[in-house]
């Protein structure tokens, strides 16, 4: 399962919010409420970047279902081409996942944003994005270390037909000191039935 999307290039975190304003009743006049809101620019850019993602989601293999599941995660990788130089690509997340959530995933929590390129294009800055799964599954690379791992789980006392907790903690991405370094997991609890 992948998505690719060409989208503009989002508007910098540095001009997307003003401070809004409001009638002060104490003060009898305008003022600024302590509220932010979206800029101008920040709201056209984001209609625009929701707009071709409506569009290039037609025809590809994408399960938003999928994404709505808290245990799945995925990357996020972005090729990008700014007009000029200078510009900061972490400036540009903020507003990328703002107007993807609830179109391509369901929550921009469980999005892993990795930078592949950042180029320079005067006629035609861009963005380009391609989602994918994440390999791992919890604290396990794959699903042969999980298989790996849970044949041995399969011979302890503990393992009551898939309930144990260890178990299902690491499966979920939780940290468990019983099973030492996540790189090697190797359980302490482990109890040999006889
Ligand atoms: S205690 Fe450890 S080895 Fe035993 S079932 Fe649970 S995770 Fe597996």
Same mark, same amino acid.
């Given at each position: 399962?992948?998505?690719?999307?060409?989208?503009?290039?989002?508007?910098?975190?540095?001009?997307?919010?003003?401070?809004?304003?409001?009638?002060?009743?104490?003060?009898?006049?305008?003022?600024?409420?302590?509220?932010?809101?979206?800029?101008?620019?920040?709201?056209?850019? #984001?209609?625009?970047?929701?707009?071709?993602?409506? #569009?290039?989601?037609?025809?590809?293999?994408?399960?938003?279902?999928?994404? +709505?599941?808290?245990?799945?995660?995925?990357?996020?990788?972005?090729?990008?081409?700014?007009?000029?130089?200078?510009?900061?690509?972490?400036?540009?997340?903020?507003?990328?996942?703002?107007?993807?959530?609830?179109? +391509?995933?369901?929550?921009?929590?469980?999005?892993?944003?990795? +930078?592949?390129?950042?180029?320079?294009?005067?006629?035609?800055?861009?963005?380009?994005?391609?989602?994918?799964?994440?390999?791992?599954?919890?604290?396990?690379?794959?699903?042969?270390?999980?298989?790996?791992?849970?044949?041995?789980? #399969?011979?302890?006392?503990?393992?009551?037909?898939?309930?144990?907790?260890?178990?299902?903690?690491?499966?979920?991405?939780?940290?468990?000191?019983?099973?030492?370094? +996540?790189?090697?997991?190797?359980?302490?609890?482990?109890?040999?039935?006889?």
């Amino acid at each position: 399962m992948q998505l690719k999307l060409l989208l503009p290039v989002p508007t910098s975190i540095n001009a997307l919010y003003i401070n809004q304003w409001g009638y002060d009743h104490k003060l009898k006049r305008n003022a600024p409420t302590g509220a932010k809101i979206l800029s101008k620019e920040g709201e056209k850019c #984001k209609e625009q970047i929701q707009f071709h993602t409506q #569009k290039q989601l037609e025809g590809q293999e994408w399960d938003y279902e999928w994404t +709505v599941d808290k245990n799945n995660f995925m990357f996020m990788d972005v090729w990008i081409y700014f007009s000029r130089r200078g510009r900061d690509s972490d400036n540009i997340f903020k507003l990328l996942s703002d107007s993807l959530e609830k179109l +391509v995933y369901d929550n921009d929590s469980r999005v892993l944003p990795r +930078v592949q390129r950042v180029l320079y294009d005067t006629k035609n800055p861009r963005i380009q994005v391609e989602f994918s799964p994440v390999d791992y599954i919890g604290i396990f690379r794959n699903s042969e270390e999980i298989d790996e791992f849970e044949s041995r789980c #399969k011979t302890c006392t503990r393992y009551l037909d898939g309930r144990c907790s260890i178990l299902n903690d690491s499966l979920i991405g939780t940290v468990r000191e019983e099973i030492g370094d +996540v790189d090697d997991p190797n359980c302490t609890a482990y109890k040999e039935k006889k």
